[in-house]
């Protein structure tokens, strides 16, 4: 219900607007009297007011101050001026300043009912617009973890410039990590799902070990990416302001921090989860434009150093190293080696072996089991 306040220092007025609002076809409102300005000003610190309508020449303060004062305290309000032929300079004024209307004290009732009328109109048009942003605020928080989702593997697929990357862009994600930063890379895979278990459940795990891994990894940024139902990563960044003495002191600190948490990360999986998860995790922090290639070589390196084999643990010296000659990283990272891991990981090493040796160098890897 809309609350309309009505202002003139003159009372027979007040009263008898009030009488006739009273009875107008107008949709049901709360209406106030306010006999002068101040008392008006009192109002409207109490209560919202919707309408304010108003003599423009009072005593003591006029319709114009009264104007600013409704506009420091409730923008939205729709003003409307009572006013004589010798007011119209006040009138044009007050239309800059943000009156929705005028009308002649000569014009009578019925013009007033249609102001105020339109008034109405205008405030529930104005309701049904911020329920319209509302709603789609409401939608985008809803899909923002898709959202930032969706553009992490484009940045994992195709690069840091291709992605876009910004610190804007990372806050309009509401990801805590910092683009002028380095990142830790760790690279997990499902090695096995069991066969009865359908897609929407597969996720409710998926979502169980990102839980699993930012409750064990406290204090450090860390994104999640879901690459495909098999593939997660894990991207952190030391924490803002970290103790020196604290795990994530520095990036060699927190590269072996992170290195045993793992183990037991994996642990947890193959206990409450019943899941065997295997996982490569970079031995030295990356640059974003940097983390491609390092998706791209981890993801290999977990294929080549492991192949079938379940809950291991394998270590990489990252992306530091220089990216493959003689192919850019989006063709790298096409669909064709897409199906080409399709085809390691069901164990058609021989398709493909040329492919990987040339692409994957062999140091600075080795596996251990934590089964």
Known sequence: MHRLLIVDDEPYTVDGLHEMLQEADLPEMDLYRAYSAI??????????????????????????????????????????????????SCVRQALRDGSIDYILKTEG??????????????????????????????????????????????????????????????????????????????????????????????????????????????GAKLQTVFVDEHYTMLLL????????????????????????????????????????????????????DGLAVAYYRMRRKLVVGIGQGENMQLLSCGGSGPRPTGERLPTLLSRQRERLDIALESGRLEEAADAISSAIGHSGEYATSVA
């Open 39 to 88: 008392e008006a000003i009192e109002w409207l610190n109490r209560v919202k007011i919707d309408i304010v309508l108003s003599d423009i020449r009072m005593p003591g303060m006029d319709g114009l101050r009264l104007l600013k004062e409704i506009r420091s305290r409730w923008p939205r309000c729709k003003v409307i001026f009572l006013t004589g032929m010798n007011e119209m």
């Open 109 to 218: 009732d019925e013009p007033i009912v249609r102001a105020i009328g339109s008034a109405i109109e205008a405030l529930q048009e104005e309701w049904r617009r911020d329920q319209f942003v509302l709603d789609a605020q409401a939608r985008v928080r809803q899909a923002m973890p898709s959202l930032r989702n969706g553009w992490f593997r484009r940045l994992l697929l195709h690069g840091a410039e291709d992605a876009g990357l910004s610190a804007a862009r990372l806050a309009e994600l509401e990801c805590p990590l910092d683009a002028d930063s380095k990142l830790l890379p760790v690279l997990a895979r499902v090695d096995r799902w069991p066969e009865e278990m359908n897609g929407s459940d597969r996720t409710l795990l998926q979502f169980a070990f990102e839980n699993i891994m930012a409750e064990l990894l406290e």
């Open 237 to 288: 960044q030391r924490p803002d302001g970290s103790e020196p003495s604290g795990p994530f002191r520095d990036e060699e600190a927190m590269s072996g921090y992170v290195t045993g948490t793992l183990e037991t990360a994996q642990s947890i999986c193959t206990r409450l989860l019943r899941l065997p998860v295997s996982v490569i995790c970079s031995l030295a922090f990356v640059s974003w």
